[in-house]
């Protein structure tokens, strides 16, 4: 299940935030370790293992590989999410005539 390894891929607080800095733009390894505490070996596993999600793709430049945001990845993500929208509306006008009754 795709959405299982998304979101087993964003659990990991340095895997979130390793995604939110590229979300700003695409990078090489090294320019994503800064301001980080990780080895080189330790951020190689953690953009696997996000490439593994199809949340970052790489793209070879020359000698350099640099990382950014997969939109298929994303893609997955919403439509996940779309299944669910239409859920909450009914659930926040129950909650709010509970609210209303518990009020009176």
């Given at each position: 299940m795709m959405e299982?390894?998304?979101?087993?891929?964003?659990?990991?607080?340095?895997?979130?935030?390793?995604?939110?800095?590229l979300a700003a733009g695409s990078m090489n390894a090294s320019a994503l370790r800064q301001g980080m505490d990780?080895?080189?070996?330790?951020?190689?596993?953690?953009?696997?293992?996000?490439?593994?999600?199809?949340?970052?793709?790489e793209q070879k430049e020359g000698r350099?590989?640099?990382?950014?945001?997969?939109?298929?990845g994303l893609a997955l993500i919403a439509q996940w999410l779309a299944k669910y929208r239409a859920y909450w509306p009914a659930?926040?006008?129950?909650?709010?005539?509970?609210?209303?009754?518990m009020d009176q």
């Open positions: 299982h390894d998304i979101f087993r891929a964003l659990a990991d607080p340095t895997r979130r935030t390793i995604f939110e800095k990780i080895s080189q070996p330790a951020m190689s596993q953690h953009l696997a293992v996000l490439r593994a999600a199809r949340l970052v793709r350099f590989v640099n990382y950014e945001v997969d939109p298929d659930r926040i006008d129950a909650l709010k005539l509970l609210l209303k009754d």
